[in-house]
């Protein structure tokens, strides 16, 4: 036996024994798990779910084991994923720590900086907020007028940030900050980590289409943040926040046929309509079998992307590539369930209706698409600027 | 195998460029159409490719090839894409397929060395109308003593003009049958066809076309199934050329076209500048990578025998036909008047990847085949 079915066989084993019933469930955003110092859990099965594999390193796989991580080879963290797979076992912890954060720390962070945050990062201990956008810094992100102003010891920092996700429900922030007030744009601005519960932050949840709050504005208003807890070279936060934006892109473009689809367009279409229906309805059939080709498309990207990784050969432009198409598909494909159910569709708690209206957030969030299309104009296809 | 191209598939790729940009520059296929030769397709060119062995590297060692895999043949066919190359690259690939898959000893001995050096041509007939429909067989093979008697007519048999042999998918007794015929033999007639693509193709009629039992693919023991079987798997093959060679084409036509939008000045600046093209050409762009994603995977499957390879072959020809489809018309559009003009190469590319795309099958009727295989209906 190899050592990886060695490994396979010890993984299954372990999973077996330690996956309670209630996590072996298709996900949807309701059962998430998102930790935090409040962390509120559905069931305990969750809670026992996400301590076990954050003490095993398997919330982050593949980060070194002397941050938290479980150290495991890129094969090795395959094996985790296809065991976890094969018993429909959900994601331990859902985390912006995980996916974003995480990775601009390990390239970018102080080895305090490390130790401090990934270990607590991958036990899920505090709950990550990001704090890019504002309500003048969108599309133009650079823009960011929240300024910390230089006070020895720490920065002073004022000003406001919106489309924070769950930012009532976070511990602490990564924000853009401009702590460098006569510098130009793109070097003006800071990574600051900040503490939510500190004196002088608060939110306000904004409420969305679809009827729910998952975004806050958040507020800051005379807030202590030492020096310390800048990541990167102070004025160059942008350099972080473009690195972090590339993981965001990717895993934007990769939620929707990856994760969260527990059924496939095509196998909804059948439970709805029944295959005579679907026969009787040929040009929404013809749509659906599109969206299924493209969703197929997708995941074969997907796939491919990792190969490169894994081959040291990535593109710098897949994670906007994936975004792109990803996001554009999520919408479509929601557009066509909500033909499939018609005016049963309609109930606006519905699980269909629901994501429908969730969907369009998706191609605007994260860059918005056609800043993405200015990216691979720019700099895939060296398109001269306007 | 991942999804990255191996250093062997890499020096491929490379020695194809260097010898298609030396032999073969899209002038070459240019001066062919122009001359008026009817065989509309260059021996010489062809020859040099098979002798470097790019020809069918797909074909085992143990049949007498290089045994570089499905994955090289469509690094070929999307390189020979990029130029317009005039081969019968994919005729020779779908005859060599029916020949392994369904051919005797004897069959493969007298014609695979033939095929694979290049001084033999065979040609598919399978079609019968315009859109691809492998199913219909309305050319029927009834027992003629010993042999075989056909009747029928295939029409846009690809190198049909030029084959020196024939495979023609008759329907037999009890299902298909493919037979060998000679295109020189009493009652086969061949018309050949003009097509915008300017490649090699013929109708042809079969009136009381008499066979021995020899021409059976298969021989005595050729069996319906096998032949629906190697109908099948070949048939594939060539869907997953295709669309290898349709993303050649298409990316070709596309970075044409990014030079284009580089050097071609309006209102005093590049038209490059412009986001409303900047924004389509990225779009174009991203299409491409996904449909590169997806003719890699395909032709993997063929090399795995992955149990998807039929599904992925209709995906990968689905998801180029309609890529090409869109780059072609943006590029046309993207170059302005000079688009329409024959002087430009961008009309050649325009042009061949419709016919490309058509061939065994479009978006549309692979679309169909695959919501057939999820729905069954």
């Known amino acids: 036996m190899s050592d990886l079915d060695a490994f396979r066989a010890e993984v299954r084993a372990w999973l077996e024994e330690n996956a309670p019933p209630f996590i072996r469930q298709p996900e949807s955003i309701e059962t998430a798990i998102w930790g935090g110092r409040k962390p509120s859990f559905i069931h305990d099965d969750q809670r026992l779910w996400m301590e076990r594999m954050g003490a095993k390193g398997w919330t982050v796989p593949e980060w070194p084991r002397e941050y938290g991580g479980g150290g495991l080879s890129r094969d090795e963290a395959k094996i985790l994923a296809q065991e976890m797979r094969r018993i429909g076992a959900r994601r331990p912890l859902d985390s912006l720590g995980i996916w974003m954060l995480g990775p601009a720390l390990l390239k970018y962070g102080t080895e305090e900086q490390k130790r401090e945050h990934l270990p607590r990062i991958a036990r899920g201990e505090i709950r990550w907020a990001q704090g890019y956008s504002e309500p003048g810094a969108g599309s133009d992100l650079a823009s960011v007028a929240t300024k910390g102003e230089d006070k020895g010891d720490h920065f002073l920092v004022n000003g406001s940030k919106i489309w924070t996700s769950y930012g009532d429900k976070c511990d602490m922030i990564f924000a853009l900050v401009r702590t460098e007030p006569d510098a130009p744009k793109h070097l003006g601005i800071s990574f600051l980590l900040i503490d939510m519960a500190d004196p002088g932050v608060s939110t306000r949840p904004i409420k969305l289409i679809a009827g729910d709050s998952p975004f806050t504005q958040t507020f800051f208003d005379n807030v202590k943040v030492p020096k310390g807890n800048v990541v990167g070279e102070r004025g160059r936060g942008w350099d972080v926040c473009k690195y972090l934006l590339s993981h965001e892109r990717e895993m934007i473009g990769s939620l929707p046929t990856t994760q969260l689809s527990a059924e496939t367009l095509a196998q909804h279409a059948v439970r709805v309509l029944g295959a005579d229906g679907i026969a009787r309805a040929g040009a929404l059939r013809s749509d659906i079998m599109q969206h299924e080709i493209d969703a197929w498309t997708l995941a074969i990207a997907i796939e491919r992307a990792g190969d490169q990784a894994k081959a040291k050969a990535s593109s710098p432009f897949t994670g906007s590539v994936l975004k792109l198409f990803g996001t554009e598909l999520m919408k479509r494909r929601t557009e066509l369930a909500m033909s499939i159910e018609g005016s049963a569709g309609f109930d606006p708690q519905g699980h269909e209706a629901q994501e429908w209206l969730h969907a369009p957030a998706n191609t605007i969030a994260g860059g918005s698409n056609e800043i993405q299309l200015n990216i691979l104009a720019k700099r895939a296809l060296g398109l001269p600027g306007a | ?377």
Request: hydrophobic content about 45%; aromatic content about 6%; proline content about 3%.
């Open chain 2, 1 to 377: 195998m991942p999804l990255v191209l191996t250093e062997d598939e890499q020096m491929l790729v490379e020695s194809l460029r260097s010898l298609l940009s030396r032999s073969a520059p899209v002038a070459a296929f240019r001066a062919l159409r122009d001359s008026g030769d009817p065989k509309r397709y260059s021996p010489a060119l062809w020859a040099e490719l098979a002798e470097a062995g790019f020809a069918a590297p797909q074909v085992p060692e143990a049949e007498g090839g290089i045994g570089m895999g499905y994955a090289a043949a469509g690094l070929a066919a999307e390189e020979m894409g990029r130029v317009l190359a005039a081969t019968p690259f994919l005729s020779t690939a779908l005859a060599i397929e029916l020949l392994i898959a369904a051919g005797d000893a004897g069959q493969k001995a007298a014609l695979l060395p033939g095929l694979l050096d290049g001084s033999r041509l065979f040609a598919l007939a399978i079609e019968e109308g315009g859109r691809h429909d492998p199913d219909t067989r309305a050319t029927r093979a009834t027992r003629d003593g010993a042999g075989w008697r056909i009747e029928g007519t295939k029409r846009f048999v690809l190198d049909g003009g030029v084959a020196d042999g024939l495979i023609v998918a008759t329907q037999g007794e009890d299902g298909p049958m493919l037979l060998l015929v000679d295109p020189g033999a009493p009652g086969v007639a061949v018309t050949p066809r003009a097509s915008i693509d300017s490649r090699n193709a013929a109708d042809i009629a079969f009136e009381g076309v008499s066979v021995g039992a020899d021409a059976v693919l298969g021989g005595a023991n050729g069996s319906a199934d096998d032949a629906a079987a190697a109908i099948a798997r070949a048939l594939d093959v060539g869907r997953v050329l295709l669309a290898a060679e349709l993303l050649g084409i298409a990316q070709e036509a596309f970075d044409r076209t990014v030079a284009y939008l580089k050097e071609r000045e309006q209102f005093g600046v590049k038209i490059g500048t412009f986001q409303a093209l900047q924004h389509r050409a990225a779009r174009q762009y991203v299409a491409l990578d996904l449909a590169r994603s997806v003719v890699l995977k395909a032709l993997r499957a063929l090399d795995e025998g992955d149990k998807a390879r039929s599904a992925l072959a209709s995906l990968a020809k689905a998801v180029t036909t309609r890529t090409a489809r869109e780059a072609m018309n943006e590029a046309v559009q993207m170059h302005g008047g000079v688009g329409v003009t024959d002087e430009f190469d961008i009309g050649l590319f325009f042009k061949r990847a419709r016919v490309a795309g058509e061939t065994l099958g479009d978006d549309y009727f692979h679309r169909e085949r695959l919501a057939k295989m999820v729905w069954g209906i």
